[in-house]
């Protein structure tokens, strides 16, 4: 534990927030503990940039060890902009139209035109397999169609699958039929709703489940690049609950709010520090703009709707 400790130590530190349009860099010397900072353009090279300016090294210059804690909002400007990865839904036969329809809640009662945001997915996927309520299977999986379906959407440029079955949460058999059809076709990501939210509500299950598949294969390529240059677990992302995890954990459905997040942490560790009793963080990028609240400590919910989509997770309340 000791020489763990030491060789943490031993490491540069850096906190990181890649925004829609800047990233700025904090860096702690390890010797003297001062603090230095620097803002770059955002890209995918940008964390990079900002850690060899910070360090007065030139680019391609071997970066010493170095610890690197970082919020993003990556995931949540590809929601807000619909620029995800490619991405397929696989749903049971007569519900593909769900996660359109929703749950036909106006977002402005009085508009006579509502502007929606668009699906995540490009394209969807009937099947005639189904469970029961008490997971029982009604119907089994016929593989064949399934296996044309998903090739034809493979060969369209879809990279990634989301499949969600109603009353997988009891049983997710039939979807991991589907989903191991869906590897033989070397899709690169196919998240499953009984693992990614396994929870009673088709709605919320299958808009997080088709979430987590349109962020993580962009998520997983960004922190890959990322680690290729500082190796491997010398990286670690804020999540939308609050808390740190290693880069080989982030995924889709806990990154929406990573950065968002990141502030609010902040904001409450001011307003204590200063004690305040209640303040209001307010945050304006490029992007998208983000407001909380702080009165004595973080609110958090187990599922939101940003941008138009519903998201069954742990997270920290704000509005984005």
């Known amino acids: 534990m000791q020489r763990s400790m030491e060789r943490t130590r031993a490491r540069h530190e850096f906190w990181i927030d890649r925004g829609g349009t800047f990233t700025d860099c904090i860096h702690r010397d390890r010797v003297t503990g001062e603090l230095r900072v620097t803002k770059v353009l955002s890209s995918d090279e940008a964390p990079l940039e900002g850690i060899r ?4 090294l030139s ?10 804690r970082m919020g993003t909002t990556l995931a949540t400007n590809a929601l807000l902009e619909r620029s995800g990865i490619p991405t397929a839904l696989v749903a049971n036969a007569g519900l593909s139209d769900l996660v359109r329809i929703g749950d036909q809640t106006r977002p402005d009662l009085f508009a006579l035109s509502i502007d929606r945001p668009a699906p ?8 005639k397999a189904r469970h029961a309520a008490d997971g029982t299977t009604l119907e089994a999986l016929d593989a064949e169609p399934i296996r044309v379906a998903l090739g034809a959407a493979a060969a369209a440029g879809v990279r990634s699958v989301a499949v969600s079955l109603i009353h997988a949460y009891r049983d997710g058999s039939l979807e991991t039929e589907i989903a191991r059809i869906a590897e033989e076709l070397e899709f690169q990501h196919v ?18 489940t088709l979430a987590n598949a349109y962020l993580t294969p962009l ?25 740190l995890v290693d880069a080989n ?7 929406v709010l990573s950065g968002p997040a990141a502030g609010v942490v902040a904001t409450s560790a001011l ?9 209001i963080g307010f945050d304006m990028g490029g992007t998208s703009t983000d407001v909380c609240r702080y009165a004595g400590e973080v609110a958090r919910t187990f599922e ?6 519903r998201i069954r997770a742990p997270m920290i309340e704000l509005h984005t």
């Open 59 to 68: 680019e391609g210059d071997p970066l010493p060890p170095t610890e690197v």
């Open 219 to 243: 998520l997983t390529d960004y922190v890959e690049r990322l680690e290729e240059v500082l190796g491997e677990d010398r990286l670690r992302m804020m999540q939308s609950n609050g808390g």
């Open 249 to 255: 954990a982030f995924i889709g459905r806990n990154a």
């Open 120 to 127: 995540l997915a490009s394209r969807t996927i009937e099947t």
């Open 53 to 56: 300016a910070l360090l007065e």
């Open 271 to 279: 307003a204590e520090e200063l004690e305040l009793e209640e303040v």
């Open 304 to 309: 939101t709707e940003i941008a138009g989509i």
């Open 191 to 208: 998240s499953l709703s009984h693992e990614v939210s396994n929870e009673l509500g088709l709605l919320g299950r299958t808009d997080t």
